[in-house]
């Protein structure tokens, strides 16, 4: 089993920035993707950002060249650096790990951009 553990989540004025978190921990042999999802009020679940394959990235269009995603392989780790954050980035943002034994999902954490 692995788990998750995702941090940073706030409120936040529009234009600001956060910095997303997540853990693995548990039985880890290897993760082999690590990426953040998020899920609007309302809205299904979406990928925000996602790490495939070592050094390879993929953002979805509504976040490009605003959110950066990061992986810390040494710490089972992912980040996702958001700036210039807008009100309909608001969502509960998950961070997601695939691994050779399944897809797992951390808890959430949310985001609110207000002003």
């Known amino acids: 089993q692995v788990q998750l553990v995702e941090s940073g989540g706030g409120l936040v004025q529009p234009g600001g920035s956060l910095r997303l978190s997540c853990t693995a921990s548990g039985t880890i042999f290897r993760i082999n993707v690590m990426g953040w999802y998020r899920q609007a009020p309302g809205k299904q679940r979406e990928l925000a950002a996602v790490i495939p394959t070592p050094g390879t990235t993929t953002y979805a269009d509504s976040v490009k060249g605003r959110f950066t995603i990061s992986r810390d392989y040494d710490k089972n780790a992912v980040h996702l650096q958001m700036n210039s954050l807008k009100p309909e980035d608001t969502a509960v943002y998950y961070c997601?790990?695939?691994?050779?034994?399944?897809?797992?999902w951390g808890q959430g954490t949310q985001v609110t951009i207000s002003s």
């Open positions: 997601n790990a695939v691994t050779a034994t399944g897809n797992y």
